[in-house]
Structures are given as structure tokens and as C-alpha cells.
């Protein structure tokens, strides 16, 4: 059974950081691309973030470009969200997301097949 | 960028069918969505893959209440037989040039 369990959220001020975690198993993890995506609250999905099964390729929302870094460590079956700079409208539920395949070249086509149950991110003084 | 446009919300009564529409953008047509579900505090739940040739592939577990289909630009989600717990937010999602994109969720309301 795919279970994905998010940790590291918090309340953050503004300029703050954080980082987010996320264990996976029941899978062969490092085969699979992986994403984070968020929910503010009372709004719809937004994706943030995605990673290749390696690593080797990391793609961005433009409003998190330069200030989260995704990464993830497959000797341990953890995805991470390094967030930084935070704003306001940073505030969400960070969810972690299994893709259904790996991105095997620069282009990623894959869809999210799996979801964590997240973890609230508040940015506020 | 394609965009997804879903309305704002639906209802239909316990044990009667609704069918949910998501309309890709101009150009972008020929796209394969998934359907989320997401109830009320939970967190996401995939539903399915639909192709523009309205076949689709349910996620693990997926009731056969739940059936997808196609007609040019727009995508359908279909509940039939509807319970209580599918009073639920409903998203659909594609990707294109390594960006994945929602709609803004249909919000189902079972009577």
C-alpha cells in the first residue's frame, strides 16, 4: 500500500523558513517522479514543485523560483521541500504527490496517482 | 499553458447520477486530464486518467460508480448512484511543458 506522510509545517514568520519532509513507502520510490502541491486555505490546488526518481531534473511554479528548493534523499524514501523567503501567500497545506511513472528526460509527462495528507504551513508575524 | 475551467459548483440527489464537466482551453483539446476527489477536510484522492477518446483508467480502489468520458474540448466525470460521501470538491488536472495545472474544483453538494 502507497503511503505518503508529510511532517516539518509550521508557524513561520514572514522572511521565514522551513523544511518540509515527506516519508514514502510501498513502492519502489526512486522510480517514480514526485511533487509537491498546495492548498490555501479555502482555494483550490496549486502545483508548487516536481522531481525526477533521480533527481536530476527539478521543475518550479514561477512564484517559487529562487526561494524553494526540492530535493530528495532515496536512501531514505524522503521527498523535502526547502521553503524560504516566506510570504503571506505562502500559507497553504503542503501535500506530497506520487506521479504514476519517473520523468525520463527533461520533459515530465506523469500524473499524480498518490496523495500524502499533508502539512499546514502558516506564514504570519 | 492550457486552462482548465470547471463551475463552481453542482448537486444532484442521493442515489441519482451527476456528470461533472472540465473544458480544456483553445489548442489544447486533445489533452488527457485526471480526476481528484477531495471530501470535506481530507486531503486529495485520485479518481482517474481520461483520454480525449473518453477512455480512462479508475485509481486503486475506485468505485465503478464512477466513470469518465470525452466530447471534443470538454471532459466528464459521471457519479452514479450517488452517496453521501461523495459530497466532495471536485478537481481536474493535466500537464504540459514540465507545469501541471487545476481547475478551480466543482464543489458537489448530494441533497
Known amino acids: ?125 | 499553458q492550457p486552462v482548465l475551467t470547471q463551475s463552481s459548483s453542482a448537486s444532484a440527489s442521493l442515489g441519482s447520477s451527476v456528470k461533472l464537466t472540465c473544458t480544456l482551453s483553445s489548442g489544447h483539446s486533445t489533452y488527457i486530464i485526471t480526476w481528484h476527489q477531495q471530501q470535506p477536510g481530507k486531503a486529495p484522492r485520485f479518481l482517474m486518467r481520461l483520454e480525449g477518446s473518453g477512455s480512462y483508467n479508475r485509481g486503486s480502489g475506485v468505485p465503478d460508480r464512477f466513470s469518465g468520458s470525452s466530447s471534443g474540448a470538454d471532459r466528464y466525470l459521471t457519479i452514479s448512484n450517488l452517496q453521501s460521501e461523495d459530497e466532495a470538491n471536485y478537481y481536474c488536472e493535466t500537464w504540459d511543458s514540465n507545469t501541471w495545472v487545476f481547475g478551480g474544483g466543482t464543489k458537489l453538494t448530494v441533497l
Open chain 1, 1 to 125: 500500500e502507497v503511503q505518503l506522510l508529510e511532517s516539518g509545517g509550521g508557524l513561520v514568520q514572514p522572511g521565514g523558513s522551513l523544511r518540509l519532509s515527506c516519508a514514502a513507502s510501498g513502492f519502489t520510490f526512486t522510480t517514480y517522479a514526485m511533487s509537491w502541491v498546495r492548498q490555501a486555505p479555502g482555494k483550490g490546488l496549486e502545483w508548487v514543485s516536481s522531481i525526477s526518481g533521480r533527481g536530476d531534473y527539478t521543475y518550479y511554479t514561477d512564484s517559487v523560483k529562487g526561494r524553494f528548493t526540492i530535493s530528495r534523499d532515496n536512501s531514505k524514501n524522503t521527498l523535502y521541500l526547502q521553503v524560504g523567503s516566506l510570504r503571506a501567500e505562502d500559507t497553504a497545506v503542503y501535500y506530497c504527490a506520487k506521479h504514476d511513472r519517473d520523468c525520463s528526460s527533461a520533459t515530465c509527462q506523469a500524473y499524480f496517482d498518490y496523495w500524502g495528507q499533508g502539512t499546514l504551513v502558516t506564514v504570519s508575524s
